[in-house]
Each structure stands twice: as C-alpha cells, then as structure tokens.
C-alpha cells in the first residue's frame, strides 16, 4: 500500500511560483504512474499533470508551458512547479498514484489528502 503527503501548496500573488511535494512510502520506488490533480470549489477534480513509469509527462492544456512535473526516485517524491500562478490554479491539489501500471496512466488507487492552492490577483 502506499502513502502519499502532499506539500508545499501556500498563498501567492498571480504570476508567482510554488513548488509542490508528495512523498510517497510503503513501497521501495515511484517508477509507476503518478498524477497532480487539483480541484477547486464547486469544480470537477481534474488531472493536470502525470508522469509514468517510463518517464513520459503529460500536462492539461491550461498548464502546459508554466507547471512542470518531475520525480526524485531516489528519495521517493514527486514534484510540481507552478510558475506564472493565475487565479484560475486555485484550488486542492492532490497526489495520486497507480503502482500496478507504468503507462496508459488512467485511474489511481491512491490518493494523499491534499494541499491547498490560493493564487490572488
């Protein structure tokens, strides 16, 4: 089973940054598929951005060119950068992981509790 704990989440002003952590225990690696998710109030949760076990990155369309995703298997994190905040990226953000699968990342069996996410114009 893993564990996942989100960090890093905070209050910033549109067009700063955050930095994202989830570290994940329970098994020896990460190199599986991997998810942010985020999900504002009154909102869908949606994906936005997976890394998979072959180290392919995916990123929703709003995001792409300002959050990057990333992975330190070493120490068993993974990471977000948000760059260029708007106020729309508001929102809880949540980790999320599927190690039966290391591509075609579709559904995540677990979820860490979230960190949350306010971006002020």
């Known amino acids: 089973q893993v564990q996942l704990v989100e960090s890093g989440g905070g209050s910033v002003q549109a067009g700063g940054s955050l930095r994202l952590s989830c570290r994940a225990s329970?098994?020896?690696?990460?190199?599986?598929?991997m998810a942010w998710f985020r999900q504002a109030p009154g909102k869908e949760r949606e994906r936005v951005a997976t890394f998979d076990g072959v180290g392919q990155t995916n990123y929703t369309d709003s995001v792409k060119g300002r959050f990057t995703i990333s992975r330190d298997d070493a120490n068993l994190i993974l990471y977000l950068q948000m760059n260029s905040l708007k106020p729309e990226d508001t929102g809880m953000y949540f980790c999320?992981?599927?190690?039966?699968?290391?591509?075609?990342?579709?559904?995540?069996?677990?979820w860490g509790q979230g960190t949350q996410v306010t971006v002020s114009s």
């Open positions: 999320a992981a599927d190690p039966s699968r290391w591509v075609g990342c579709r559904t995540f069996t677990y």
């Open positions: 329970g098994y020896t690696s990460i190199t599986y598929c």
